[in-house]
């Protein structure tokens, strides 16, 4: 499984999940996080394996120990795309890095 593979089934997963919560009054909150969700899938699916996001990611220790492998988000990443409403995925891709740093979003 490719690095960009990786990061997009993890992306979809957690988009499914949103779609599947059921809060009385979200509104609207969950589906708006699908759908940038599986937006920055889409976006992720079009990354060679190479790209300096992907291999940011990697050298993080994102992949695995050899760099490749399922996606392993750490405690940041993974609050950050739990939390993940609205914006476009570079935005996201951008907060995504910034987390792996430490750095506020």
Do not use: C
Request: zero cysteines; a neutral charge.
């Amino acid at each position: 499984m490719s690095r960009s593979e990786s990061l997009a089934g993890y992306l979809r997963e957690q988009a499914r999940r949103k779609l599947d919560r059921v809060e009385v009054r979200d509104r609207g909150r969950n589906a708006r996080s699908a759908l940038a969700l599986l937006d920055a899938t889409a976006y992720v699916e079009t990354l060679a394996d190479d790209d300096p996001f992907l291999e940011a990611l990697a050298a993080a220790g994102r992949f695995g120990p050899h760099g490749f492998g399922d996606f392993q988000p750490g405690d940041g990443i993974a609050k950050l795309v739990r939390f993940w409403e609205t914006g476009e995925p570079r935005q996201l891709l951008a907060a995504m890095a910034a987390a792996l740093h430490g750095s506020p979003v």
